[in-house]
């Protein structure tokens, strides 16, 4: 647990310092093993030493004042708890947990060493599939090593393009792919090659506040994911999408992609502007935006006819924009704004795991419809995540209606198909990564490593705004 808070760069918060229910501390001996040493050969008091790493942490000398570093001390056991509770699942197996939770992600950025081995490796592992090629360059990117991979004969190409699964397998890679790409120069291709898990830097959450502020005041919807392949910041703008469908498998990352969206329109826009209609069946994820100025009706609703009330209320929002844009002889809401014609706060609708909803009612098919055909000139952005995006869940209708996809990690690549109308997110690292497909801001699909976002990241950023 302390590992666990240790790793989040902002101070716990003193939040933590009645969130036990019955109030109790958590024993100093047993946090720290004091009690124990001198009575007992061979067990260490840890005290000293966990005494200078909060030292370090919190830039103060903790040596100076034993009841605040007993103070810290619970509060950073306290959060770490927390993180470990909220992230933890049945299905996990302690020790991987452990090394996933404690070691994945870790900062290497000071220059993970590229052994010169990989790149013999990668040659060797290119000519088993019968391509000559020569390393022009090697960038590091926050998970993956983009090559830039000359081939002499393009005839290799074909032959690269078809022994991609048996390069990977190779490489010892599992399911996470090695993608190509054409660049510019003439017979170089660049080629993307995860790197494993231990070995990635996380993206954190930090970076918001700083991009926010340059996006202070900006009338649109801007939302800042986290970074693509190489490192660079990766934004796009809600208003464009319009609308949105968020899928992937169960763990991939499709809550945290909510969240990275909510906070960075939390960040950037007043409640005058932004009114965030939120549904959430599980009752949990989105329970944090419960005290926001922003919300939209009474408040996040769970239940199937609520959701129902929720979506009709939308519809008839719209209709009644749409008059009023009429009226003002305006064209859409941005124009609106821009001529000062009318004065409305866009609205954002969130539905989290779309497809149990749908299950309990296929009757909320019609007003999304309506609202995913109509509903962008009026500003009123949905935003749909689901785990299972077929054809009950996201009918025709709503397909055509909503282009922008993001896809993280599937099993199949015939559910990469549903979602993105092409393969490659069967392929991607899960904990995030995904293929953003927005047909405003690209035709391709854009790989983007997710923002790391967690529950503690929430409640402070709320807190702060
Ligand atoms: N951007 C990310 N960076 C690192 N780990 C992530 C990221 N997104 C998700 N994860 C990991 O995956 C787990 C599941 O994420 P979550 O958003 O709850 O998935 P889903 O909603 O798709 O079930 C998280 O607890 C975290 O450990
Ligand atoms: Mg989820």
Known sequence: ALAKSLRISTAPDDLF??????????????????????????????????????????????????KRYRTLLQRHIRRGLYEIRSSWNRSHDFIVYLQEELFAGLDFSADIELSPTIDATLIEALKDISVAAEIKNKIQGPRIDRYALYLPNIQH???????????????????????????SEPKVVAMDIPRSRENWKTINV?????????????????????????????????????????????????????HAILLSLLWTQSSENLQLALCDPKQVELAHYEKIPHLYGKGVVHLVTDVMDMLEQLVEEMERRNQMLRDAGVSNLT?????????????????????????????????????????????????LATQRPDSVT?????????????????????????????????QLLGSGDMLVKIPQVSTAAIRVHGAYISQDDIKLCLRHL
């Open 17 to 66: 310092d009645d969130i036990d229910e019955k109030g109790k501390e958590y024993p100093f001996s047993v946090l720290t093993g004091k009690a124990y040493s001198e009575d007992v050969d061979g067990i260490r008091d840890f005290d000293d030493a966990i005494c200078a790493l909060l030292s370090t942490y919190h830039n103060e000398d903790l040596f100076e004042n034993i």
């Open 335 to 383: 124009e609106a704004l821009q001529q000062r014609k009318l004065q409305l706060p866009r609205i954002v609708l969130v539905i989290e795991e779309l497809a149990d909803l749908m299950m309990q009612s296929r009757e909320l098919e019609t007003p999304l419809v309506r609202l995913a055909q109509k509903a962008r000139s009026t500003g009123i952005h949905l935003i």
């Open 157 to 183: 190409l074909d032959q690269l393009k078809r022994g991609l699964e048996k390069l990977a397998f190779r490489l010892g890679l599992q399911q996470e792919g090695v993608f190509i790409h054409a660049t």
């Open 394 to 426: 996201f009918s025709g209708l709503l397909r055509t209606n909503i282009p922008s996809r993001i896809a993280l990690r599937v099993q199949k690549n015939t559910e990469s198909r549903i979602i993105l109308d092409e393969s490659g997110a069967d």
């Open 206 to 258: 930090n970076q918001l506040p700083k991009w926010a502020e340059q996006e202070q005041g900006n009338a649109r919807l801007p939302v800042w994911l986290g970074e693509d392949v190489l490192g660079d910041p990766f934004t796009f703008d809600l208003v464009d999408t319009p609308h949105l469908l968020i899928a992937g498998t169960t763990g991939s990352g499709k809550s945290i992609c909510l």
